[in-house]
């Protein structure tokens, strides 16, 4: 049974950090791509980063990378996103995702997904 269980969100103040974690089981993680996408209340979710399985690169969207840092640990199935220097825009329920091996690097789009999370509430607020 795939599983994808997302953990370490909470109420922060701006200017705060969070980390968020993603615990995998069920599917050969180290070979998948994984994906943070968030939604906000009357949005449809939106890509955060994305980190490869085997070369662990990585994809930052909207500047993120200023601030945020997507991670993978493939011995524990778990997937990190680090976020510094949070603002209330970043107000949304973060949920990780992975995609197999053989998608295109131009399409993983939170449709795409096989996999998805049940999502964790990160709120920014002071």
């Known amino acids: 049974q795939v599983q994808l269980v997302e953990s370490g969100g909470g109420l922060v103040q701006p200017g705060g950090s969070l980390r968020l974690s993603c615990a995998a089981s069920?599917?050969?993680?180290?070979?998948?791509?994984m994906s943070w996408f968030r939604q906000a209340p009357g949005h449809e979710p939106e890509p955060v980063a994305h980190?490869?399985?085997?070369?662990?690169?990585?994809r930052y969207y909207a500047r993120m990378e200023f601030r945020f840092l997507i991670s993978r640990d493939n011995a524990k199935n778990t997937v990190y996103l680090q976020m510094d220097n949070l603002n209330v825009g970043d107000s949304a329920v973060y949920y990780c995702?992975?995609?197999?091996?053989?998608?295109?690097?131009?399409?993983?789009?939170?449709?795409?997904?096989?996999?998805r999370g049940q999502g964790t509430q990160v709120t920014v607020s002071s």
């Open positions: 995702a992975a995609h197999p091996p053989h998608a295109s690097l131009e399409d993983l789009s939170w449709s795409t997904a096989e996999y």
């Open positions: 069920g599917f050969s993680f180290a070979l998948y791509y």
């Open positions: 980190i490869d399985g085997p070369s662990d690169s990585k």
